[in-house]
């Protein structure tokens, strides 16, 4: 298992940039995917934002490629996502997951709020 603590989120303006953390418990070791996720208000389900594999390969959800960056430290066992030119669309709370062979692990999440 390993225990994953979103920060970063904020309120900021239409245009703005935030860089979220995720800090897992333990190494990457073992660990297949790190991916951010979001729910945004009123809806039910977790849209993928992005996601890196352990080759360092990257997948982005289309509406925000482009704009944001999925990175990871394994060093500092931190998954980081960049968000530039945000937009009021992108307001939701963001998850942080790790997935290995045995299941996915989320973290408690981190509310990003973009205003016009």
């Known amino acids: 298992q390993v225990q994953l603590v979103e920060s970063g989120g904020d309120l900021v303006q239409a245009g703005g940039s935030l860089r979220l953390s995720c800090v897992a418990s333990r190494t990457f070791l073992g660990i297949l995917t790190t991916a951010w996720y979001r729910q945004a208000p009123g809806e039910q389900r977790r849209e993928l934002v992005a996601d890196i594999n352990n080759f360092g390969d990257t997948n982005y959800a289309d509406s925000v490629k482009g704009r944001f960056t999925i990175s990871r430290d394994n060093a500092k066992m931190t998954v980081y996502l960049q968000m530039n030119g945000l937009k009021p669309e992108d307001t939701a709370v963001y998850y942080c997951?790790?997935?290995?062979?045995?299941?996915?692990?989320w973290g408690q999440g981190t509310q990003v709020t973009v205003t016009t």
């Open positions: 997951a790790a997935r290995d062979l045995f299941g996915t692990y």
